[in-house]
């Protein structure tokens, strides 16, 4: 026997129990591409309560996409054990390329990092930040619904020791900082110095580089992090996304186990 009200009940206070349990957290990752959840699973494997907020419907950002829609991705070498580390076949296409399909790929990604004790809160924006003593304390967050529809609504917060900002090329934590705070981010200029033109290899590389702190209480990670210190941009390759990732959570869980 199936009861409406029960079945609406159920995920009312399911999903408010989530909620008030992500309300203080030791870590929030914004944008639920490769590189966020990648940190949110390692983040969450080493026991640090973590919740990833993710404005679509579909978690995974641009990975489902391959490159122009042709639903393959292409990884290096150098990232290909995380690619087995979350359970994801590739396969070697020319010395140290290799490819793997990205719909497999990313529905992998995120199986496992929710898997590994990420919450994840799908359809949920990041619209602002608190800021105390010159260091990012939480998020402010909204439905993505309120904010398409242009509705006069008024945001919740989520309390976070660190906040790591996986939103792509939009960086969008680290833009609503520049824009609203009398504070430099610790980028050359001190604002968001905006991304540059595609260059495979130097972008991956530097992807790495710029995966780190640009504000106090908010480190980059994936595509944002060239976008935030100007670098360049990709393409379909994604080993870059994987290690930031994977350098971000290793980064904020050095910070919380120091106490930070
Ligand atoms: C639509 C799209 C088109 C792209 N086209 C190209 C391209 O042509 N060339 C190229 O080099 N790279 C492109 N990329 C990026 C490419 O896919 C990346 O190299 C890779 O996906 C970046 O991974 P990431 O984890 O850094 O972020 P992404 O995969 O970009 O994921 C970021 C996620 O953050 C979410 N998000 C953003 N702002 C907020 C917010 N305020 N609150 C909550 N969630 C938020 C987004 O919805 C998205 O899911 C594109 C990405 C997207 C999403």
Same mark, same amino acid.
């Given at each position: 026997?199936?009861?409406?009200?029960?079945?609406?009940?159920?995920?009312?206070?399911?999903?408010?129990?989530?909620?008030?349990?992500?309300?203080?957290?030791?870590?929030?990752?914004?944008?639920?591409?490769?590189?966020?959840?990648?940190?949110?699973?390692? @983040?969450?494997?080493?026991?640090?309560?973590?919740?990833?907020?993710?404005?679509?419907?579909?978690?995974?950002?641009?990975?489902?996409?391959?490159?122009?829609?042709?639903?393959?991705?292409?990884?290096?070498?150098?990232?290909?054990?995380?690619?087995?580390?979350?359970?994801?076949?590739?396969?070697?296409?020319?010395?140290?390329?290799?490819?793997?399909?990205?719909?497999?790929?990313?529905?992998?990604?995120?199986?496992?990092?929710?898997?590994?004790?990420?919450?994840?809160?799908? @359809?949920?924006?990041?619209?602002?930040?608190?800021?105390?003593?010159?260091?990012?304390?939480?998020?402010? *967050?909204?439905?993505?619904?309120?904010?398409?529809?242009?509705?006069?609504?008024?945001?919740?917060? *989520?309390?976070?020791?660190?906040?790591?900002?996986?939103?792509?090329?939009?960086?969008?934590? !680290?833009?609503? *900082?520049?824009?609203?705070?009398?504070?430099? !981010?610790?980028?050359?200029?001190?604002?968001?110095?905006?991304?540059?033109? @595609?260059?495979?290899?130097?972008?991956?590389?530097?992807? @790495?580089?710029?995966?780190?702190?640009?504000?106090?209480?908010?480190?980059?990670?994936?595509?944002?992090?060239?976008?935030?210190?100007?670098?360049?941009?990709?393409?379909?390759?994604?080993?870059?996304?994987?290690?930031?990732?994977?350098?971000?959570?290793?980064?904020?869980?050095?910070?919380?186990?120091?106490?930070?």
């Amino acid at each position: 026997m199936l009861e409406e009200v029960t079945i609406t009940r159920a995920i009312i206070r399911r999903y408010l129990g989530k909620l008030d349990q992500s309300l203080e957290l030791d870590a929030a990752i914004v944008g639920g591409g490769p590189a966020g959840l990648v940190a949110g699973k390692k @983040l969450a494997q080493a026991g640090y309560k973590t919740a990833l907020f993710e404005r679509k419907l579909s978690v995974g950002g641009g990975m489902w996409g391959g490159g122009m829609m042709l639903n393959e991705i292409v990884v290096q070498q150098e990232a290909r054990r995380i690619l087995e580390e979350f359970g994801v076949p590739s396969s070697e296409f020319a010395p140290g390329y290799y490819t793997a399909d990205s719909v497999l790929a990313t529905s992998t990604l995120c199986s496992v990092a929710a898997k590994a004790g990420l919450t994840i809160f799908n @359809l949920v924006s990041v619209e602002d930040v608190v800021i105390r003593a010159q260091r990012v304390t939480s998020l402010v *967050i909204n439905w993505s619904a309120v904010q398409m529809a242009g509705l006069h609504v008024d945001p919740l917060t *989520i309390k976070a020791r660190w906040v790591i900002d996986a939103t792509g090329h939009d960086s969008e934590v !680290l833009h609503v *900082i520049a824009r609203k705070v009398d504070a430099e !981010l610790l980028t050359a200029s001190g604002k968001v110095m905006g991304e540059r033109s @595609l260059w495979a290899e130097q972008a991956e590389s530097d992807t @790495l580089a710029n995966t780190r702190e640009a504000f106090p209480g908010v480190y980059t990670a994936g595509m944002c992090a060239n976008a935030v210190f100007g670098s360049y941009r990709m393409g379909p390759v994604f080993g870059g996304m994987l290690l930031s990732g994977e350098k971000a959570a290793a980064e904020v869980a050095a910070r919380l186990a120091a106490g930070e």
